[in-house]
C-alpha cells in the first residue's frame, strides 16, 4: 500500500458544506492492513458520515490494487454453493415471487406459496427495488466486475456500468454488458436515459459525491444507521 504522507486531503462535508465535525472512530483498513490509522467524523450541522482526512485523487487509485475483491471474481466463477450464490438466489426467488419478475420456471406452483412466506422479511427491506414493468436500463456506478448488472440483466434489465478498473471493465464486458472505463462524472451519458442509476456500495468512494449525483423523480438512499457514539 502506498505511504498516506502527502496524498491525504482535508474536506468539507459534501452534504451541507460546512466545516465542523467531531470524530466518530478510527481504524486501519480491515482489506488492506497497514499502518494508516484512518479517520470517519460526523458533521455536527446535518450529521453526514465521512472520512476525513482521505487520499486526494491523484493518490486515490492506489488504494484499490489489482487483487481488490470487486475487481477480481466474476459472477460466473463464484462456487455453486457458496454463501454469495446462495444470497443471490434468495434475492432473484424474492424479486419473482414479491415483484413481478419473470418467473424462470424453477419454482413448481406449488412451491411458490412457501417460497412467498419464506422471502417476505427479505422483501420488506426491498423498497428500493422497482417492480417489473418492461424493458428497462439500469445503470450501476462503480460496477465491479458486475455480479448486480447480472442479476438485473437475467431479469430483463439493459445493462449499463461505469468503473474506474480496466481489469474490472474487461471482465464485465466479456459479460455482455455496456460498460464504460473511469467516472461517472466522464461518461457521458445522455440525460434521462437510464430508469435507474444505482450507487452500491460505490457513492461513498467518490471525491464529488454532489457532483456525481443529479436528482432526478426519485431518489432512494439506504444506509445502516450507525451506533451513537459518546465522543
Not at 5 to 16: I, K, M
Not at 149 to 174: M, Y
Not at 219 to 228: G, H, I, Q, S, T
Amino acid at each position: 500500500m502506498p505511504d498516506a504522507r502527502g496524498s491525504l486531503e482535508t474536506v468539507s462535508c459534501a452534504l451541507c458544506g460546512a466545516d465542523d465535525a467531531r470524530e466518530y472512530l478510527a481504524s486501519r483498513d480491515r482489506a488492506f492492513p497497514a499502518e494508516e490509522v484512518w479517520h470517519v467524523v460526523r458533521c455536527k450541522r446535518c450529521g453526514l458520515f465521512y472520512l476525513n482526512p482521505r487520499p486526494n485523487e491523484e493518490a486515490i487509485a492506489a488504494y484499490y490494487p489489482e487483487d481488490y475483491s470487486c475487481f477480481t471474481a466474476a459472477p460466473s466463477d463464484l462456487p455453486a454453493f457458496s454463501a454469495t450464490t446462495w444470497k443471490r438466489r434468495i434475492k432473484e426467488v424474492t424479486l419473482e415471487v414479491h415483484f413481478g419478475y419473470e418467473d424462470w420456471g424453477r419454482l413448481p406452483a406449488w412451491v411458490r406459496p412457501a417460497a412467498w412466506a419464506v422471502t417476505l422479511p427479505m422483501a420488506a427491506r426491498f423498497g428500493h427495488i422497482l417492480p417489473a414493468q418492461g424493458e428497462r436500463r439500469v445503470l450501476d456506478v462503480g460496477c465491479g466486475v458486475g455480479a448486480q448488472l447480472s442479476v438485473q440483466a437475467k431479469f430483463g434489465w439493459k445493462t449499463w456500468g461505469v468503473d474506474p478498473s480496466p481489469q474490472a471493465v474487461e471482465i464485465v464486458r466479456a459479460g455482455g454488458h455496456d460498460v464504460s472505463l473511469g467516472k461517472i462524472e466522464d461518461a457521458g451519458y445522455p440525460e434521462a436515459f437510464f430508469d435507474a442509476v444505482l450507487f452500491h456500495h460505490s457513492l461513498e468512494h467518490i471525491h464529488d459525491s454532489r457532483s456525481a449525483l443529479k436528482m432526478g423523480d426519485d431518489l432512494r438512499v439506504w444506509a445502516v444507521k450507525p451506533a451513537e457514539s459518546e465522543k
